[in-house]
């Protein structure tokens, strides 16, 4: 269990507050580079959720970290090579960055999220059961729930604001919104980190079902992964072990609690309903074992 003071929200006073998001405070360290602080907030279905799982941020952190190292020949990243004290001095400000923070480098964010799916689920099995299509891109007849497609899909998705639902679009028009040639390297590289890190999931018992990317621009205009990579707030990880087309997996992801929410009366708008202490201890469990079997060597 990992041991830690609870971050809903930080206030960090000697740097300027850029974004809050639905995960993620973001401050501003001078005009070249930021500070990313991984709170304890849990969202779903775009809705930050009222109560905090403890330590979820210090995960996040861990695990994006070590996938980041995984991938660097792949892709380059966002990570600065600066130490939290040389930004930070407040003993106070310090305890709400450590082990959950990240140094970057400013980037001109792509607004498109880089989807991919390796097995039908989520809002793609929903899509495929009205249209027989995830995205634009047809698939087969008579496909089940959890089934492995023949290949990954990119199946691209527009960027909302806090509050707003994300929204799945076509490859075609995300070659609309950022132009074909970006449009056509961001596809390639999601695709290979999928291939990547689902090769590395399945030695250790996992499946990696989908995931999502975010890229940004550096100074120079070379396209550079951000923000987070394969945790269980951008992926869906099954247990191999239990997997079989026509049911959902077991997970280790944060499926646990959408499941419960499905079970609510809720409308999926803010503000989110109160989670039981069960929901919350079970969900926690779920990251921590992803974290655990994926980064032991």
Partial sequence: MIQSSTVFETSIKSLPLVHRGKVRDIYAI??????????????????????????????????????????????????????????????????????????????????????????????????????????GVPLPAQLKIADKLAQPIFTPASKAAVGDHDENISYAQMCEQIGQSQADEIRDISLQLYQRGAEYAARRGIILADTKFEFGLDRDGQITLMDEILTPDSSRFWDAASWQPGAPPASYDKQFVRDYLETLDWDKTAPGPQLSAEVQQSTLARYEDAVKILTRE
């Fill in 30 to 135: 001078g005009s070249d580079h930021l500070l990313m602080i991984a709170s304890d907030r849990l969202s779903a279905f775009d809705v930050v959720l009222p109560q905090p799982l403890p330590g979820k941020g210090i995960l996040l952190t861990q695990i994006a970290l070590f996938w980041f190292d995984k991938m660097a020949g792949v892709v380059p990243n966002h990570l600065a090579d600066i130490a939290l004290t040389d930004v930070l001095s407040d003993p106070e400000e310090i305890a709400q960055a450590i082990d959950r923070s990240m140094i970057v480098k400013r980037l001109d964010a792509i607004p498109v999220e880089a989807v991919v799916r390796g097995y039908l689920i989520g809002s793609g099995w929903r899509d495929y059961q009205l249209t027989g299509e995830v995205c």
